[in-house]
């Protein structure tokens, strides 16, 4: 997807990459939507979930999400996964953690959630949002984008 920001930049995404838990998952079960949504989104663009399986769940989400999933074990491993692929990355988040892959991306999407969000991350995305859904929806009306980052 191509999006041209007036006074901003040219956004190029072929790539989402979203964090699990207290993104899209709350005590390690998917907030009601988001999978539908994820797998319309997956016709676009390709999605990658990426998690530390703290609640052993990485396997049912595999069955059931148009995505692939990986099981990371640092923030620095969410930042190389996200150095390592191809075309533009968009990366959504809500912690610390998550924080390096919002260095290096081309737009950044901090979740508040239930869990809130840190600090660092709010400071570091280009775009806050109150929940996953309303983060998966800019992808499905991207005019919400050009809205929020025009100058």
């Given at each position: ?117 840190a600090a660092n991350a709010l400071l570091k995305a280009d775009i806050v949002v109150k929940n996953i859904i ?18």
């Open positions: 997807m191509r999006w041209n920001i007036p006074n901003y930049r040219t956004l190029e995404i072929e790539n989402i990459v979203l964090d699990y838990n207290g993104t899209f998952a709350k005590d390690g079960k998917p907030i009601d939507d988001a999978i539908a949504i994820i797998n319309e989104l997956s016709e676009q663009y390709k999605i990658y979930v990426l998690t530390s399986d703290t609640y052993g769940t990485a396997g049912d989400l595999k069955k059931i999400m148009k995505a692939e999933i990986h099981i990371v074990g640092s923030a620095e491993d969410k930042k190389q996964f996200v150095e390592r692929l191809h075309g533009g990355k968009a990366c959504i988040g809500n912690g610390n953690n998550d924080t390096g892959m919002f260095e290096i991306d081309d737009l950044s999407i901090c979740v508040l959630g239930n869990e809130g969000a309303e983060a998966l929806e800019l992808f499905k009306n991207p005019k919400r984008v050009t809205a929020t980052l025009r100058f």
